[in-house]
């Protein structure tokens, strides 16, 4: 599959903006967000929506016909895009409201603010697991075609909210070994998650150039594919990295977006300076764009088939 | 009704006619134009709603070319309809044609991603999802001939490949045709019912040589003189 910035943009961003917000909000309902200033919150909740405003945009930008972008909220009952759409959009009310108690209670949560920012929480959570659902439920591609993909899509997201989050309540002087810790575990889990998932599509299944043609009891070739220039099918599925480039970036995002976070955490749970905790947002970003890009660009669509790609 | 095609491997040549005519006959339809980028340039590109490409079955010496037009299989249980967001792709319940309402389209290439069959395309310049429509600005034309209200690909076929016609008629030519000769869905595992089948080629029987008579001696002598000589 051909991986659009603008898909990949969205998708880490706002998976890190929902990660962020949720995060922060479950903290601060329970009581547990660890000496809670009205700034430091704000600061938190406004990076949150600052970053999924800036991943719902730049979504926007792989559209071909915007001005028809409002209608992707007709379709709840059957599409996962139209769903996503839906709960991205009824996040916002919950969220500003949410944002705009904080100044006038205080840190103090109220009734309304348990209400809102449960709604708020369950939104973000659910936002993220249906951006996943729209990959994970296209039958076409079997490296999506599976459960680990909004699982990938819910621990990826958390886990960077949760550097975020530590890496921002560090920027307020703040030391906490639990929020450190909240975001080492999310960090290893979600590696842990997405091993699995490279594991997983190891194996090839689903359909074949044998089932595509109906030609079930010999071997199939490709003679020609009946065009000499690339179509909307080959620029769009037919993106292929090779082997070796796939094995590189996956260096990369075990690399940059799970060792080296963890790496830099440790290094301050055992008294090192909360500036690596900077160090470790900016390079687990970059890991798991990578590892969003590779999603992408290692994804093998179906009609690839009658165009000669095997697998 | 549920309106469909059935396609003939065994008698289809491969000669693009059918892609043509739809390209020709589309491109001033309903969905229409169906641009093109750089028809004229080194790598001329654009939609198409009907591709034809062509495979090797089999084993040398035990080979076959076939010839595999491919154009959307207006499936039952189509999922371009499903994951469509704005409601642009639907699926008529009369026929049973799938349809693109370009008006309300945002192009976000979903349906493509869930299409298996490569039926869909986007018009980079429109911006929209453009797809076989079954010529349903054809088939129900009254101001035509009744033989014409056809797909264009079924009557520009030259080898008579292409069959149109209701499946749910059990004893329309289509349904007859499939049952008749063990039609095909195309990656029926998928589970969306595609409704055009594919005939497969029929297995010839191989021609006998054991009564060919050799040849005489002077035919022998004038087959070696002909080759010999050069002209």
Same mark, same amino acid.
């Given at each position: 599959m051909h991986p659009a910035l603008s898909v990949i943009l969205f998708t880490v961003l706002s998976g890190a903006g929902y990660g962020l917000f949720s995060l922060v909000t479950l903290l601060h309902l329970t009581g547990l967000y660890p000496a809670p200033g009205p700034t430091e919150l704000m600061t938190q909740l406004g990076l949150a929506l600052a970053l999924i405003t800036f991943g719902l945009f730049s979504s926007t930008l792989h559209l071909h016909n915007p001005k028809n972008a409002w209608r992707a909220v007709m379709r709840v009952r059957t599409s996962?895009?139209?769903?996503?759409?839906?709960?991205?959009?009824?996040? $916002?009310?919950? !969220?500003?409201? $949410?944002?705009?108690?904080?100044?006038?209670?205080?840190?103090?949560?109220?009734?309304?603010?348990?209400?809102?920012?449960?709604?708020?929480?369950?939104?973000?959570?659910? @936002?993220?697991? @249906?951006?996943?659902?729209? $990959?994970?439920?296209?039958?076409?591609?079997?490296?999506?075609?599976?459960?680990?993909?909004?699982?990938?899509?819910?621990?990826?997201?958390? !886990?960077?909210? *949760? @550097?975020?989050?530590?890496?921002?309540?560090?920027?307020?002087?703040?030391?906490?070994?639990?929020?450190?810790?909240? !975001?080492?575990?999310?960090?290893?889990?979600?590696?842990?998650?997405?091993?699995?998932?490279?594991?997983?599509?190891?194996?090839?299944?689903?359909?074949?150039?044998? @089932?595509?043609?109906?030609?079930?009891?010999?071997?199939?070739?490709?003679?020609?594919?009946?065009?000499? *220039?690339?179509?909307?099918?080959?620029?769009?599925?037919?993106?292929?990295?090779? *082997?070796r480039r796939i094995f590189r970036v996956r260096l990369g995002v075990f690399g940059f977006g799970f060792l080296l976070p963890l790496l830099l955490m440790g290094m301050v749970l055992a008294g090192g300076s909360s500036l690596w905790l900077a160090l470790a947002l900016v390079s687990a970003l970059a890991g798991i764009g990578l590892e969003r890009w590779l999603f992408f660009a290692e994804a093998r669509h179906g009609v690839m088939l009658y165009h000669g790609q095997r697998t | 009704m549920r309106l469909g095609l059935v396609i003939d491997l065994d008698t289809c040549v491969g000669c693009h006619a059918c892609a043509v005519a739809c390209k020709q006959w589309n491109t001033s339809g309903t969905t229409g134009p169906l641009t093109d980028e750089s028809p004229y340039g080194a790598a001329p590109s654009g939609v198409w709603f009907n591709r034809v490409r062509h495979y090797e079955v089999g084993d040398y010496p035990h080979t076959k070319t076939v010839n595999m037009p491919l154009s959307c299989m207006h499936c039952d249980d189509a999922a371009c309809v499903t994951v469509c967001p704005t409601g642009a792709s639907y699926k008529r319940g009369e026929d049973g044609i799938v349809l693109v309402d370009q008006d309300k389209c945002m192009g976000c290439s979903l349906c493509a991603w869930a299409c298996p069959y490569g039926a869909r395309e986007l018009d980079p310049r429109d911006g929209v999802m453009k797809k076989c429509t079954l010529c349903i600005d054809r088939i129900y034309d009254d101001a035509l001939a009744p033989e014409d209200r056809q797909p264009a690909c079924v009557i520009t076929c030259p080898a008579h490949a292409r069959h149109f016609g209701d499946f749910d008629d059990p004893d329309s030519a289509v349904s007859r045709l499939s049952r008749e000769r063990g039609g095909r869905k195309l990656m029926p595992e998928l589970g969306y019912e595609p409704t055009n089948t594919y005939l497969p080629p029929r297995s010839a029987p191989a021609v006998p040589t054991a009564d060919v008579r050799r040849g005489s001696l002077m035919s022998s002598v004038k087959d070696w003189v002909n080759k010999a000589i050069a002209r």
């Open positions: 996962w895009l139209s769903r996503e759409a839906v709960c991205a959009l009824s996040f $916002y009310p919950f !969220a500003l409201i $949410y944002l705009w108690q904080i100044p006038r209670a205080g840190v103090e949560v109220g009734p309304l603010m348990v209400v809102v920012g449960g709604m708020a929480l369950f939104l973000a959570l659910l @936002t993220v697991f @249906t951006t996943g659902m729209i $990959y994970a439920s296209l039958k076409t591609i079997r490296q999506w075609n599976t459960a680990l993909t909004p699982a990938n899509y819910l621990l990826l997201g958390l !886990a960077l909210g *949760a @550097t975020a989050l530590a890496a921002v309540h560090a920027g307020f002087g703040g030391r906490s070994e639990g929020l450190v810790l909240l !975001a080492l575990g999310l960090v290893l889990l979600a590696g842990v998650m997405k091993g699995l998932y490279y594991l997983w599509i190891r194996e090839v299944t689903g359909p074949s150039l044998n @089932t595509a043609t109906g030609f079930t009891q010999a071997r199939v070739r490709l003679l020609d594919q009946g065009h000499t *220039a690339g179509t909307f099918l080959t620029r769009e599925f037919g993106f292929d990295p090779g *082997a | -």
